[in-house]
C-alpha cells in the first residue's frame, strides 16, 4: 500500500498553519502503533493516526488510544466518509489525537471538519466563508449519516453551479479534482437539482 496519507495530512496541516514535527509510518502492531504515540505527544499537540480505525482483527488505534489515555471519547461519528473516526484526548501531555480513517478522501474531510475547525477556533481564526451556488443535479444520499460530498464549481450565468464529484472514499484523485464540498445535512434524503448549497472550499 502506497503512502499517500501523511504526506497529504502534513500538507494539509502546514497549509492551516501548524507545524509538523515529525511523520512516522509503523506497521499493523500494537506495541509499535503505542510506542510512535507515546514518542509524538512528549512534544505535539495534535496527533493524528491514518488507518486502523475500524473494527478489524488488526484495527488497534481505539485500544492503544484507550491504553495510552484512559480517555476516547468517541469511536464513530455520523457522516459519509469518516464513520470510523476516533477522538481522545491526554491529560498527562495534553495532547488531543485523532484516529482517522485510512481511506485518503474520508482522512482529509476529517481532519479539516473536526481538528482544523477546533483548532482554528482555539486560535480565534475564521474559516474560509464558503461560497452559495446551486447543485448541478439530483443527489441522494443516506439518511441518518451526515453526507460530505466534493464538488466542482462551474461558473455561469446565475453564479456557481456545484457540480457533484463521485468516487469511493479511497480516491485521492477524486478529491485533487475537487473545489470543495458540500454537506448534505443527516435528516436529508439528498440534494434536488437546482437546490440551493453552501460550498466549503479547499
Given at each position: 500500500i502506497r503512502d499517500?496519507?501523511?504526506?497529504?495530512?502534513?500538507a494539509e496541516a502546514k497549509s492551516m498553519g501548524m507545524t509538523v514535527r515529525r511523520r512516522l509510518r509503523v506497521g499493523d502492531n500494537e506495541a509499535e502503533i503505542f510506542q510512535a504515540v507515546s514518542r509524538a505527544a512528549e512534544d505535539s499537540d495534535i496527533i493524528l493516526l491514518s488507518g486502523g480505525s475500524s473494527k478489524?482483527?488488526?484495527?488497534?488505534t481505539k485500544k492503544?488510544?484507550?491504553?495510552?489515555?484512559?480517555?476516547?471519547f468517541t469511536h464513530g461519528i455520523a457522516m459519509?466518509?469518516?464513520?470510523?473516526?476516533i477522538l481522545a484526548y491526554d491529560r498527562k501531555y495534553r495532547t488531543v489525537i485523532a484516529g482517522l480513517p485510512g481511506h485518503p478522501m474520508a482522512a482529509?474531510?476529517?481532519?479539516?471538519l473536526v481538528i482544523v475547525r477546533w483548532y482554528w477556533e482555539k486560535i480565534g481564526r475564521q474559516m474560509r466563508p464558503p461560497y452559495r451556488a446551486r447543485i448541478s443535479e439530483n443527489v441522494s444520499s443516506n439518511q441518518g449519516r451526515e453526507t460530505c460530498l466534493p464538488v466542482k464549481l462551474i461558473p455561469d450565468s446565475e453564479g456557481f453551479a456545484a457540480k457533484p464529484i463521485y468516487a469511493k472514499s479511497g480516491s485521492i484523485a477524486a478529491l485533487s479534482r475537487a473545489d470543495g464540498y458540500v454537506r448534505i445535512p443527516r435528516n436529508r434524503e439528498g440534494l434536488n437539482k437546482g437546490?440551493?448549497?453552501?460550498?466549503?472550499?479547499f
Amino acid at each position: 500500500i502506497r503512502d499517500i496519507n501523511s504526506y497529504a495530512l502534513a500538507a494539509e496541516a502546514k497549509s492551516m498553519g501548524m507545524t509538523v514535527r515529525r511523520r512516522l509510518r509503523v506497521g499493523d502492531n500494537e506495541a509499535e502503533i503505542f510506542q510512535a504515540v507515546s514518542r509524538a505527544a512528549e512534544d505535539s499537540d495534535i496527533i493524528l493516526l491514518s488507518g486502523g480505525s475500524s473494527k478489524g482483527n488488526k484495527d488497534y488505534t481505539k485500544k492503544v488510544l484507550e491504553n495510552f489515555t484512559g480517555n476516547v471519547f468517541t469511536h464513530g461519528i455520523a457522516m459519509k466518509p469518516g464513520k470510523p473516526t476516533i477522538l481522545a484526548y491526554d491529560r498527562k501531555y495534553r495532547t488531543v489525537i485523532a484516529g482517522l480513517p485510512g481511506h485518503p478522501m474520508a482522512a482529509m474531510l476529517m481532519f479539516r471538519l473536526v481538528i482544523v475547525r477546533w483548532y482554528w477556533e482555539k486560535i480565534g481564526r475564521q474559516m474560509r466563508p464558503p461560497y452559495r451556488a446551486r447543485i448541478s443535479e439530483n443527489v441522494s444520499s443516506n439518511q441518518g449519516r451526515e453526507t460530505c460530498l466534493p464538488v466542482k464549481l462551474i461558473p455561469d450565468s446565475e453564479g456557481f453551479a456545484a457540480k457533484p464529484i463521485y468516487a469511493k472514499s479511497g480516491s485521492i484523485a477524486a478529491l485533487s479534482r475537487a473545489d470543495g464540498y458540500v454537506r448534505i445535512p443527516r435528516n436529508r434524503e439528498g440534494l434536488n437539482k437546482g437546490e440551493p448549497v453552501w460550498v466549503e472550499v479547499f
